[in-house]
């Protein structure tokens, strides 16, 4: 299974149309940095993604660990995108889910 690191874009967007799972039948275990995690989570427990999170075993959190990197890609992203392109450098990710026109360039 090819290694997978997501932003709260499409977690969020796949968990609005019933469709959550989408990503476990695909990729098996999905990556996200804390501050993904934190963006997902900062809404009330009705919004889409926060339950499914909570609920999928398969999404597994993981630090990031150049936070100058993370730093720097800040000026110009927020801190989920900036988080989630680090850590899938570091990761040496397959895919980098993003739905941030600046963050995919």
């Keep these: 299974m090819p290694k997978i690191v997501s932003n709260a874009g499409p977690l969020i967007a796949l968990a609005s149309i019933g469709q959550f799972e989408l990503l476990h ?25 926060v ?9 597994k959190t993981v630090s990031v660990q150049d936070d100058l990197a993370v730093q720097l890609l800040r000026d110009e992203l927020g801190a989920g995108e900036s988080e989630a392109i680090v850590l899938a450098k570091e990761t040496a990710a397959d895919w980098t889910l993003l739905d941030d026109l600046a963050a995919r360039r």
């Design 51 to 59: 339950s499914e999170l909570i609920a999928a075993k398969w999404i």
């Design 25 to 49: 039948n695909l990729f098996g275990e999905v990556i996200i940095p804390p501050a993904v995690r934190a963006e997902v989570l900062a809404g009330d427990e009705g919004e889409a993604g």
